[in-house]
Each structure stands twice: as C-alpha cells, then as structure tokens.
C-alpha cells in the first residue's frame, strides 16, 4: 500500500471514530483499536505488535482529541476538578504500569483480552447495564487508587478510560453530566503517560514500521487526529436526530462481532 493510500485510510479512521465517539457517546478508542489492528495487519505489519501498536497509536490520539471535549465540559461548569486532581496521581502511575504490562503479554494474548473487552462493554450496552449510586465519594487516598486502576486498564486497551471513569463516578453519587465531563479531563493524562510509556517500551522493537515512534504509528496518528474531532461533532449533531437506542444496538452487535473475530482468530 501507497503511503497516500495509507494516509487516506488513517484520515477515514479518524472520520469512523469520531462519528461512533459522537453518535455513541463512547471514547473513540473503542473504536480505533480494533480498526487499527485490522489497518497494521493490511500493511503486513508483524501481528506481534500490531495490537501493541493500535493501542500506543490510540492513546496518543487521544492527547490531543480530548483537549477539545475538556475546553467545552470547562465552559459549561461540569468538570470536577476537585475530583481530578486527587485522581490524576493514581492515573499516571496506573497509565505507565499499564503500558508495561501490555508490552509483557504477546501480541494474540492482547489481541484476545482486548476482544473480551469490547465484548463486555458491548454486552452493557446492550443490557443497559448501569451501576446505582451507592456511596458517597471517597477520600484523597480512594480516588488515587481508583485513578490507578481505571489508569492501568485503559493502557492495556488504548482508551481514554471514560468506559471505566463514569460508571465509576456515578456509583459515587457524581450526578451523570459531571461523570462524564471529568472522565474526559481524566482521559488527558491517561493519554499522555500511556503514551509516553508507549514510546519507551516500544522504542527497540525490531519489528516496527518505518515512522513509528515505539509503540506509535505516526501516519496513523496523523491522520486520526486530522478528522475525528470535525466527525466527532457531527456525530453528536446525529445523535440527537436518531434513535440512539436502536443505533447503540446496532454498533453494540458489532462490537461482539469484532470482539468474537479476536478471539477466534
């Protein structure tokens, strides 16, 4: 494939997340990931590290897509930024260790624990499965912890965490707008020290393509970023045009599908 070719096909990626990321209200790493391995394995690129590569490749994206989403939950007063601040520490180190741990496991085991993922998120989208308030929100110590959990686990899968970080805070009584306005402020340092670990873990690999920055493709990284904020808004415009339960449906079988294609592949 023609590097125009291969810019082309980042740009339409890029266009997909965003439009899934508006219309689903869903990080468009969910996305991303499973289409880039799909994309890494088209170029021919070592199934070894394709996983590792869409998820370092995402997580960068994200840097710089969720600058965007923060400015707007800004304006509108919704962030929680007390909550942020005590969360990011956790975030941080739970991003690296999370990067760490991916670059230990093979390429077909990350492959296999990312389908088993996108399966169950599929599963709760389906089921509409929604965690009820149920404590008040913890301490400086609680949220650290749970920041290095939600941190670690969205490494693993390339995302911004906001699958892990609004079920989480709404079971802390954080009502549902500000859940999701401070999930996307998470998702910049998730993003940022997930790839930066990235960077470093995959920076001697012997199998990575040319423009690779470690575990990150950079014409992919371009490319993503290039039109998944443009779409990302014209999806939501959608959403509110639409039957977004039957929509959520729709893109949930889909998950299961491709999360069944990891697993069986």
């Known amino acids: 494939m023609s590097m125009i070719g291969i810019i082309v096909l980042y740009l339409l990626l890029g266009a997909l997340a965003g439009t899934m990321a508006g219309l689903f209200g869903i990080g468009g790493g969910l996305v991303s990931v499973p289409v880039l ?46 909550l942020f601040r005590p969360m990011t520490f956790g975030i941080v180190v739970g991003a690296v260790l999370g990067a760490w741990t991916a670059a230990m496991l093979s390429g077909p085991v990350l492959e296999t624990i990312i389908g088993v993922f996108v399966i169950l998120v599929a599963l709760k989208m389906i089921l509409e499965v929604n965690p009820k308030p149920g404590r008040d929100v913890p301490g400086t110590t609680g949220l650290g912890a749970a920041g290095g959990i939600i941190g670690w686990a969205s490494a693993i899968f390339g995302i911004g965490g906001g699958t892990l970080t609004v079920p989480y805070l709404s079971w802390c009584n954080v009502k549902m707008q500000q859940a999701v306005a401070t999930s996307a402020a998470c998702g910049f340092p998730i993003a940022i020290a997930g790839a930066l670990a990235n960077v470093w873990t995959g920076w001697q690999d012997p ?43 729709i893109f949930a079988i889909m998950l299961v599908l491709v999360g ?5 592949s």
Do not use: C, M
Not at 59 to 81: E, K, N, Y
Not at 212 to 219: A, D, K, T
Not at 260 to 264: A, G, N, Q, S, T
């Open 37 to 82: 391995i799909f994309s890494f394995g088209l170029q021919g690129i070592s199934p070894e590290i394709a996983a590792h590569l869409a998820v370092g490749t995402s997580l960068a994206t994200i840097v710089f897509t969720s600058i965007s989403s923060i400015r707007t939950h800004h304006q509108h007063g919704a962030v929680r930024w007390d």
């Open 207 to 249: 199998d990575l393509p040319e423009l690779s920055l470690g575990f990150i493709y950079l014409p992919a990284l371009v490319g993503v970023v290039a039109t998944s904020v443009f779409f990302a808004r014209i999806g939501a415009g959608l959403a509110h045009r639409l039957d977004g339960r039957l929509l959520k449906r």
């Open 260 to 264: 069944l294609r990891f697993l069986l």
